[in-house]
């Protein structure tokens, strides 16, 4: 599976942008799919994740009541919707896959991963 992410830019702080992550194919019903976000010489953290459903969703603590993710398996695509953006938002965004039907936080548990997408935000 490859997974494309887009939708990155720059935008001010206090807006809204929204990730798109495009899957090589179908995703199965064993697919979780996550957002990750990195910064320069620090660890990899987690955003948000989501079911192959759509039924279940999880967040970092930072980017709740902020972020939403959700997902189009007709067009195995996951989004990323981010508002009142803060300039601690601003990384590059991972889209990864793990090839379960539950996973968490922990970035080994995922299989697939994008090339990454960068946001930047301006204060």
Known sequence: VQLVE?????????GSLRLSCAASRR?????VMGWFRQVPEKER??????????GSTY??????GRFSISRDNAKSTVYLQMHSLRPGDMAVYYCA?????????DEGEYNYWGQGTQVTVSS
Not at 6 to 14: F, N, T
């Open 97 to 105: 896959a793990a090839r379960k039907a539950v996973a968490g936080s």
């Open 6 to 14: 887009s939708g990155g830019g720059l935008v001010q702080a206090g």
């Open 27 to 31: 995703t199965s019903s064993n697919n």
């Open 59 to 64: 967040y970092a603590d930072s980017v709740k």
């Open 45 to 54: 953290e987690f955003v948000a994740g989501i079911s192959w459903s759509g």
